[in-house]
C-alpha cells in the first residue's frame, strides 16, 4: 500500500528483479492480457514500485520477466532519498503522476524526433534512437476500460520505447550494428 499526502508518495511494494540484456525474455513477443483482476493491480503496482525504485521512466513486463502486454511510466515525478543510521532507505516522490498501460495500440505515429534513450534492462548505456514525434495510442486500464492518449516529445518517446519490450524489442535493437557490437562484448 501507498500513503499519499500533499502529493507526495511513500513508497511501499515489492521490488522485482529487472532481466538484463541479452536475456530470452526480453525478445519474445508478449501476449495481450485478458483478466482485469486482483492479481493484475497487484502486479502493476509492484512494476511502478520497482521503476520509482530503481530509478526509472518507464518498465515494461517482459522486463521483469512478464511476457504480458502491459507497461508503467511516469516522466514527470522527482525523488528524495532518506537515508538512516541503520541503512534503511526511504524515498518520497513528488510530482508523482503514474501512468499504466495495457494492451496498448498505436492508431497514429506522425514525424520525427531523435533522442538519448536509456534502459533499465541495459544499464549504463545511452544512445540515441530516432522515433515518430507524435503517437496517439489506444490502452486499457486495470479495469479493463478503454482510453487513448495523445504525446509528443519525451512521453512519446517513452512510449515507444516501452511498447518495443512488448515486441520484443530493445532500443539497442534500433541502433547501428556497429556500436551494437560493441555493447554485446562488454
Ligand atoms: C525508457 O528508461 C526511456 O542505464 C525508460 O543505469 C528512456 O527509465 C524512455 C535507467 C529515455 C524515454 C527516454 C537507465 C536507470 C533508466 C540506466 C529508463 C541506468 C539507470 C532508464
Ligand atoms: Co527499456
Redesign the pocket.
Known amino acids: 500500500m501507498s500513503t499519499i499526502e500533499q502529493n507526495k508518495f511513500n513508497l511501499e511494494g515489492e521490488l522485482l528483479k529487472i532481466h538484463t540484456y541479452p536475456s530470452a525474455i526480453l525478445k519474445k513477443v508478449a501476449e495481450p492480457v485478458t483478466e482485469f483482476d486482483a492479481a493484475l493491480k497487484e502486479l502493476c503496482q509492484n512494476m511502478l514500485f520497482t521503476m520509482y525504485k530503481?530509478?526509472?521512466?518507464?518498465l515494461a513486463a517482459p522486463q521483469i520477466g512478464v511476457s504480458k502486454r502491459i507497461f508503467v511510466m511516469d516522466i514527470d515525478y522527482k525523488r528524495d532519498v532518506e537515508e538512516f543510521p541503520d541503512g534503511r532507505e526511504e524515498y518520497t516522490l513528488s510530482n508523482f503522476n503514474p501512468r499504466i498501460l495495457i494492451n496498448p495500440k498505436f492508431i497514429r505515429k506522425e514525424g520525427q524526433q531523435v533522442?538519448e534513450?536509456?534502459?533499465?534492462s541495459?544499464?549504463?548505456?545511452?544512445e540515441e534512437v530516432t522515433r515518430a514525434a507524435e503517437v496517439t495510442v489506444e490502452f486499457q486500464d486495470t479495469d479493463g476500460h478503454f482510453h487513448t492518449l495523445e504525446a509528443e516529445g519525451?512521453l512519446a518517446?517513452?512510449l515507444q520505447?516501452?511498447n518495443d519490450h512488448l515486441d520484443g524489442i530493445v532500443f539497442i535493437d534500433r541502433i547501428s550494428f556497429v556500436k551494437r557490437n560493441l555493447i554485446q562484448k562488454n
Open positions: 530503481a530509478p526509472g521512466i518507464g533522442y534513450e536509456g534502459c533499465l541495459v544499464p549504463g548505456m545511452y519525451l518517446v517513452c520505447h516501452e
